[in-house]
């Protein structure tokens, strides 16, 4: 009999995607061992209501455009195709109803971890996860006995994956754009080419 796949979700906004968004997904891949990495494309962020986004149909574009034909990445239109707020506990109950025989295993940061008892209905996301992909960065610290005492049972579900340290981020990069800064190296290729044709995020044709 052959073992269930394992299926890491990788959620986010990705406005725009960028390079570390890559290598991430690509190290949770390879050290948590999975079959499948879906990015969860988030069209409205309980956590980011006050912001405003790139409409979603350009966000999915440029998560093709930055997966490209790689076998082991596939954009998820789960929460595209309900409306919002979008929370991963609604996430994870619909992905496990399309293939309840996989193992699912969320990603998130280290950051989302400490915040991880505030969450939406938090036990139930956490019945409906067979594990947690956290990615730390380098020299990172977790207090796991804190997390523990606020859901016990947790840490047994945690894996961790160790990250380079990439100091990029979409918001950075949107600012960056805006004023004027160079953007093109630190994204896929063909994301820059669309925000480029898009004209996304100011950006003006001098950038580079």
């Not at 596939?74 to 309900?82: A, C, F, H, Q």
């Not at 929370?87 to 400490?114: E, F, N």
Request: glycine letters at 8%; one cysteine or more.
């Amino acid at each position: 009999m052959s073992r269930p796949q394992r299926i890491g979700v990788f959620g986010g906004t990705f406005d725009p995607p960028h390079l570390g968004h890559l290598i991430l997904a690509a190290e949770a891949r390879y050290q948590l061992g999975l079959d499948k990495v879906l990015w969860v494309l988030t069209p409205d962020p309980p956590h980011k209501r006050n912001q405003r986004h790139t409409p979603w149909e350009k966000r999915a574009a440029m998560v093709l455009a930055a997966i490209g034909d790689t076998p082991h990445f596939e954009l998820s239109t789960v929460e595209i195709e309900r409306p919002g707020p979008h929370y991963a506990v609604d996430t994870m109950r619909l992905l496990r109803q399309q293939d309840p025989h996989a193992q699912w295993i969320y990603l998130l940061g280290g950051d989302s971890l400490r915040g991880l008892p505030t969450w939406h209905r938090v036990r139930e996301f956490l019945d409906l996860c067979d594990e947690l992909g956290v990615m730390r960065r380098p020299g990172d610290e977790i207090d796991l006995t804190i997390v523990e005492a606020c859901l016990p049972g947790v840490v047994a579900k945690i894996r961790f994956v160790q990250a380079p340290l990439l100091e990029i981020a979409a918001s950075q990069l949107r600012a960056r754009a805006a004023r004027g800064a160079p953007i093109r190296y630190y994204l896929p290729e063909a994301v820059y080419l669309l925000i480029r044709e898009w004209k996304l995020y100011g950006l003006k044709p001098p950038n580079s």
